[in-house]
């Protein structure tokens, strides 16, 4: 059986890092700020602002909430994420998603300064970090898949990594993050056809799937040797939640996999505090 990596040991240790961090801004004066802008009352948006919120205290920033009403038009939305760039004691912004269908989300989404743009949602932010910008951030969940992979040593450079599914959300990002690491990757999604799926994730050192379905990947699809990672965020019919992996099944035979829930969605705010924390640093140099 594959040794089950979670996501709290990784959180953890980034959090860590950045309490440590954090006496070097409390000494120019600074505390990095978080702005939370949620549109309505999604309970699902609420519990990701609370969980945001207590692992701000946790880690020593500051968050200040921007709650607009479900009904706001998009100019007066654009205007509260103006202000917040033009704010210098706010130096990162989280909108959460999705946005009511009144609204044109891209054109919300654009309206965030790339400096502050903590999870890469804006089309100036994901052009930065596809060249490499050094000012660029990765959107939080993929980037968490990648530290899963470092905190528990599994080495990428030369590895064979399959990444399925394509969003420029998970997908992508987390295929440029593996090539950066010198990984050779391979992207499988929706028309990849079933054989063909099966052979490529044979042949890999790392599968991370993040195609949004259950049993995208099956016991059949794995060999021993390998490491799993699990994005997927899916509900059976029990209404248990689960990943896009068969855990049980996978997990009697690859080295390592990400259990879900208590995988990579439980290191996401941590990435997402990392962010903020190098966010501020940019903007005080």
């Not at 059986?1 to 996501?7: A, D, E, N, S, V």
């Not at 990095?32 to 699902?44: C, E, H, M, Y």
Request: aromatic share 4%.
């Amino acid at each position: 059986m594959g040794r089950i990596l979670k996501g709290i040991d990784v959180a953890n240790a980034i959090d860590e890092e950045l309490v440590s961090k954090m006496t070097s801004f409390y000494e120019k004066n600074t505390v990095p700020t978080l702005a939370i802008v949620r549109v309505g009352d999604n309970p699902s948006d609420i519990a990701y602002e609370n969980g945001a919120v207590k692992k701000a205290k946790k880690v020593g920033v500051q968050t200040e909430k921007f709650t607009c009403d479900g009904k706001i038009e998009q100019d007066d939305l654009i205007a509260v994420l103006n202000a917040i760039n033009d704010d210098p004691k706010i130096h990162g912004v989280l909108l959460l998603q999705p946005l009511p269908a009144h609204l044109d989300a891209d054109a919300v989404k654009n309206a965030i300064s790339p400096e502050k743009d903590l999870d890469c949602v804006s089309e100036s932010s994901l052009a930065m970090f596809l060249i490499g910008s050094k000012n660029s951030f990765a959107p939080c969940t993929a980037e968490g898949c990648l530290e899963i992979l470092k905190h528990n040593d599994i080495p990428l450079a030369g590895k064979n990594v399959v990444v399925i599914g394509r969003s420029l959300v998970i997908g992508r990002p987390a295929a440029l993050l593996m090539l950066r690491e010198n990984a050779t990757v391979t992207i499988c999604h929706s028309r990849t056809p079933a054989e063909e799926m099966k052979k490529k994730c044979l042949d890999a050192d790392i599968i991370i799937s993040a195609a949004g379905h259950i049993n995208t990947v099956t016991a059949e699809m794995v060999r021993p040797g390998q490491t799993v990672i699990d994005v997927g965020i899916n509900f059976n019919e029990e209404g248990k939640m689960v990943g896009d992996v068969d855990f049980d099944n996978v997990w009697e035979t690859v080295d390592a996999i990400t259990p879900v829930p208590r995988g990579v969605g439980s290191v996401t705010t941590s990435v997402l505090m990392k962010h903020l924390a190098d966010a501020a640093e940019n903007q005080i140099k």
